[in-house]
Structure formats: structure tokens, C-alpha cells
């Protein structure tokens, strides 16, 4: 489905296919790319796996992958096992002064900061790091073309939203919660930034993507 195809669904709708349209093409857009964010958040399909990370001797932290919302996996090139993951709170408990410990790394953990990813024990030598990430969507264009059995329920989003305006000829308060209430039977509960920063700091075992 493209996004000319998807405003066109919102606006049949929204019963929004007149001569004067009540809201315009610019706003319905913006509206898309939130609900394809939203989707993304709550459902986590969107992966990459061929992001990279040079590795330094004797650094441990590395900048958070862009667009990233969760790292799922992560190995070392030359090594045949991936890195398992664990926290810096049992890194505390189980390996005192683990921040000066040196080697081929074998544990990665994401909660020690919200900008950036560890290793343990820092790399002992020069690397490179392979990783699956559940990412962040890219803005839709012209040229995009989602899967329509995902892009569908999108269409409730913008509904929801454009209930919202404030204008005598828009503002439907009761018609704005039906449609984010069958957006949520779509995809599932909202993944605020609260709860993604909470599942990064207290459950990075395991390649957990954390809770709904």
C-alpha cells in the first residue's frame, strides 16, 4: 500500500472527498508517518541485521545504532557464538572491577546510559561487531510500499487523529476513541518511551524485546 493509497482510504473514511477538503494532504501525511511509528513501536517487526560496529582496543561503550529501538543480537565476525546479554548491575554482583577487564568480548549490555552500548570485557583488540536491531521506520514518501495486511489498521491512526482537530467541521471526540480503539486491536497497546527506556535498563537478558 503506498501512502497515496493509504490517505486515500482515510479520507473515503472520513467521508473527506469533496471539492473542499476538511484537512490537507500535508497534515493526513504527518498523521501517516506517526501511525506507521506507532505500528513499528508496539508490533517491533521492523529489524536490520546488517548494521556494524568497528570495535576500538580498550573500549567498551559504542554509540547506540541509529533508528535502533532494541539490539535482539549481537556477534563478533570472527566468532561463531553470539554475545550473550546481561546488565552492568550483574556485572557488580558477579564480577567486581569489570570495567577494567580486557579481552575477546563474550557479554553485551544496553543499561548502564540511554545513548550507548557495552561490552564485556572491553576488546583487547581491534574489531568488528554484527547486529539484528529492531529499528525505527523510515519517513513514508511517495515511493514507499508497505505490506497491506500491516498498513490497513494505519488508517485508524489518521481517523483518530483528524477527530481531533479543533474546528467545528472535524472535532468528534467519540468518533477519534472508536477509531484509536480499533488501532490498538490492530497492533496492540501503546510502547511509550517510558516503558522501552524501563525494558532497556531492567530486562536486556536474553534477547528479550521487553514488555507490551
Same mark, same amino acid.
Not at 539490539?71 to 552492568?88: C, G, M
Not at 498498513?151 to 482537530?165: E, F, N, P, S, T
Given at each position: 500500500?503506498? #501512502?497515496?493509497?493509504?490517505?486515500?482510504?482515510?479520507?473515503?473514511?472520513? @467521508?473527506?472527498? =469533496?471539492? !473542499?477538503?476538511?484537512?490537507?494532504?500535508?497534515? #493526513?501525511?504527518?498523521? *501517516?508517518?506517526?501511525?506507521?511509528?506507532?505500528?513499528? $513501536?508496539?508490533?517491533?517487526?521492523? %529489524? !536490520?541485521?546488517?548494521?556494524?560496529?568497528?570495535?576500538?582496543?580498550?573500549?567498551?561503550?559504542? *554509540?547506540? /545504532? &541509529? =533508528?535502533?529501538?532494541?539490539?535482539?543480537?549481537?556477534?563478533?565476525?570472527?566468532?561463531?557464538? /553470539?554475545?550473550?546479554?546481561?546488565?552492568?548491575?550483574?556485572?557488580?554482583?558477579?564480577?567486581?572491577?569489570?570495567?577494567?577487564? %580486557? =579481552?575477546?568480548?563474550?557479554?553485551?549490555?544496553?543499561?548502564?546510559?540511554?545513548?550507548?552500548?557495552?561490552?564485556?570485557? %572491553?576488546?583487547? *583488540?581491534?574489531?568488528?561487531?554484527?547486529?539484528? +536491531? +529492531?529499528?525505527? /521506520?523510515?519517513?513514508?514518501?511517495?515511493?514507499?510500499?508497505?505490506?497491506?495486511?500491516?498498513?490497513? =489498521?494505519?488508517?485508524?491512526? +489518521?481517523? @483518530? $487523529?483528524?477527530?481531533?482537530?479543533?474546528?467545528?467541521?472535524?472535532?468528534?471526540?467519540?468518533? %477519534?476513541?472508536?477509531?484509536?480503539?480499533?488501532?490498538?486491536?490492530?497492533? @496492540?497497546?501503546?510502547?511509550?518511551?517510558?516503558? &522501552?527506556?524501563?525494558?532497556?535498563?531492567?530486562?536486556?537478558?536474553?534477547?528479550?524485546? @521487553?514488555?507490551?
Amino acid at each position: 500500500m503506498t #501512502l497515496a493509497e493509504l490517505l486515500s482510504q482515510a479520507r473515503i473514511r472520513l @467521508g473527506d472527498t =469533496g471539492v !473542499d477538503l476538511l484537512w490537507p494532504n500535508a497534515q #493526513l501525511s504527518a498523521w *501517516a508517518n506517526e501511525a506507521h511509528m506507532e505500528a513499528c $513501536r508496539r508490533l517491533r517487526y521492523l %529489524s !536490520d541485521d546488517s548494521v556494524t560496529q568497528s570495535l576500538v582496543a580498550g573500549q567498551s561503550a559504542y *554509540a547506540w /545504532p &541509529e =533508528g535502533a529501538i532494541f539490539i535482539r543480537r549481537a556477534r563478533l565476525t570472527e566468532e561463531d557464538r /553470539p554475545l550473550q546479554f546481561t546488565s552492568y548491575k550483574a556485572l557488580d554482583e558477579f564480577c567486581p572491577g569489570w570495567e577494567d577487564h %580486557s =579481552g575477546t568480548p563474550t557479554h553485551i549490555f544496553t543499561d548502564l546510559n540511554n545513548t550507548t552500548f557495552n561490552l564485556y570485557p %572491553s576488546p583487547d *583488540a581491534a574489531g568488528v561487531l554484527k547486529m539484528l +536491531i +529492531i529499528k525505527e /521506520p523510515e519517513p513514508l514518501t511517495g515511493d514507499t510500499d508497505l505490506p497491506s495486511r500491516l498498513a490497513y =489498521g494505519l488508517v485508524d491512526w +489518521i481517523c @483518530g $487523529r483528524a477527530y481531533q482537530v479543533n474546528d467545528a467541521d472535524t472535532f468528534n471526540p467519540q468518533k %477519534s476513541a472508536e477509531h484509536f480503539a480499533l488501532f490498538d486491536a490492530e497492533y @496492540g497497546p501503546r510502547s511509550s518511551a517510558r516503558d &522501552e527506556v524501563f525494558n532497556l535498563r531492567n530486562r536486556p537478558f536474553d534477547n528479550f524485546d @521487553g514488555d507490551y
